[in-house]
């Protein structure tokens, strides 16, 4: 149980600190350049980096320890972007050559998600 609990504040220390510095990226990059939504992109893009390093050490090496890959990949990451969660998945199904279900995976969070999205923007408009 107490294991559980640490873990518990490993993985929300770490999300606290990656929600953090994914707002202050996006406070400070619209004031960069405007437009497109470029803070988004560079969060998602350096969380996919931050993943791939991270959990490659502690696959491939003794460098990181589980509770500190509990701590930047599950809590850093995970509040940073999920969009490097997501992205890790995939390349864990195709390294592992489940092709079809990363194609599925993939193709439907993007489907889904975007219809998802917009039943929950007509959701909104019903209520309102």
């Avoid at 606290?16 to 996006?26: D, K, P, S």
């Amino acid at each position: 149980m107490q294991d559980r609990f640490i873990s518990v504040l490993l993985v929300g220390t770490g999300g606290f600190f990656g929600a953090v510095a994914r707002y202050l990226v996006g406070v400070v990059m619209p004031f960069l350049v405007g437009g497109f939504p470029y803070a988004t992109m560079l969060v998602n893009l350096v969380g996919c980096i931050i993943i791939g390093l991270l959990s490659e050490l502690a696959l491939t090496s003794h460098m990181i320890s589980s509770e500190l890959r509990l701590l930047l990949v599950a809590g850093f990451c995970g509040g940073f972007t999920t969009f490097s969660s997501y992205m890790f998945e995939i390349m864990a199904m195709l390294r592992d050559g489940a092709v079809f279900t990363a194609s599925i995976y993939l193709s439907g969070s993007i489907l889904g998600g975007m219809l998802c999205l917009y039943l929950g923007i007509l959701l909104a408009r019903a209520i309102v």
